[in-house]
């Protein structure tokens, strides 16, 4: 069997941003890199949303961007802008086009179905396949979001909603997520935060037509697209091993608070792009520890007191917007984070610390 230099295990998200990072920056003319991954065809089949906090390669990928966005509790809406850090939307149809694309172009690149079909005993592996143990215990952001198309203009396309928590919490926390594309189209999602994936909750379907009819009052609309999915709110188990480096969810990129993993993959993949020389020795690259602590503490009180949650998340958008954006994209200071921890209730986060 065939051997490589480099193998990635998955060809989503965090595995193609690493192989398009390895490529353009010629770390590929003379190594070979092996790419596993099931699909046989590449179509959209997610949208990744993000604040614009770091560059990025894939500005043109990017659907939308805004400057302006809301977060609504029943009887209050915050209108915020977000003018040094736009809120981007990664349409993965036009990411996956591009970077296959780009890869095609090195014929020392190949995609396999199956491990099983390469010899991986002199490769350096980069995992981005979770390994997840079933708990009860663990928290799950799982979602349905459908792309809708309105008969006549409906939508500002120059303002998204971040988060609606004027709907149906069944004592969880649930909020709808839209983001408009044009006046006549938009992206509406259902979003729950609870324990194992609760299938109770996945009547989204009547959640979508609930919110769409009788909140938002469009009557007349088509829908065009419709993703679903499940993020986990815990970091996978994650082996240390010589030859191995997890990378993507697997690889602790995704912000437990927030869900947030795009930006986080794209620095990821350059940290090993620079560092591929000497990879097996390399630090671990991972998210600040100081907002992985923050992000217990938080967690810790989502669990407890999902009732009180849609108020917390309204307070946070209380202090300027630069400082909640930075600090839900990893890069705030101390100060910043200080105002943000001022804005939560004391009593109910300091009972959460220690317990």
């Not at 302006?68 to 736009?86: Q, S």
């Not at 500002?156 to 044009?182: A, G, V």
């Not at 009788?214 to 815990?234: D, S, V």
């Not at 007191?305 to 909640?324: A, N, Q, R, W, Y």
């Amino acid at each position: 069997m065939k051997e490589f230099d480099y193998i990635i295990i998955g060809g989503g998200c965090a595995g193609l941003s690493l192989a398009y990072e390895l490529e353009i920056n010629n770390k590929l003319k003379d190594k070979t890199l092996a790419i596993i991954e099931l699909r046989t065809e590449y179509k959209r089949d997610k949208t990744w949303s993000f604040w614009k906090v770091v560059p990025h390669n894939f500005e043109d990928c990017v659907k939308k961007s805004w400057k302006n966005f809301t977060i609504n509790i029943p009887k209050k809406t915050n209108h915020l802008e977000c003018l040094n850090y736009p809120y981007q939307s990664v349409d993965s149809g036009l990411f996956y086009e591009k970077v296959n694309n780009k890869l095609r172009e090195n014929n020392n690149i190949s995609f396999y179905k199956s491990i099983n079909e390469i010899n991986t005993k002199n490769s350096f592996i980069f995992n981005s396949v979770p390994s997840i143990k079933e708990d009860h215990l663990n928290l799950w952001q799982h979602f349905c979001g459908v792309e809708i198309e309105t008969q006549n203009n409906f939508f500002d396309d120059e303002i998204f909603n971040l988060m609606d928590f004027d709907c149906d919490q069944r004592e969880s926390i649930h909020f709808f997520y839209t983001l408009p594309f044009s006046k006549t189209k938009a992206l509406v999602e259902t979003t729950w935060l609870s324990k194992m994936n609760d299938d109770s909750q996945k009547d989204y379907d009547y959640q979508i037509k609930e919110y769409l009819e009788n909140h938002l009052k469009i009557k007349k609309y088509q829908i065009t697209y419709k993703e679903e999915g499940a993020i986990p709110l815990f970091y996978p188990i994650y082996q240390i091993e010589n030859n191995k480096i997890n990378i993507g969810t697997a690889g602790g990129m995704t912000r437990l608070s927030t869900g947030y993993t795009f930006l986080n993959i794209q620095e990821h993949s350059k940290y090993i792009c620079e560092n591929i020389g000497n990879i097996s020795k390399t630090k671990k690259f991972e998210i600040n520890k100081k907002y992985q602590f923050l992000d217990s503490v938080f967690l810790r009180v989502l669990e407890k007191h999902p009732e009180k949650m849609p108020g917390i998340f309204f307070k946070m958008f209380m202090s300027p917007p630069d400082t909640v954006i930075k600090f839900l994209s990893n890069k705030s200071n101390f100060f910043e984070d200080l105002s943000i921890i001022s804005k939560m209730p004391k009593k109910t986060f300091i009972k959460a610390l220690f317990k």
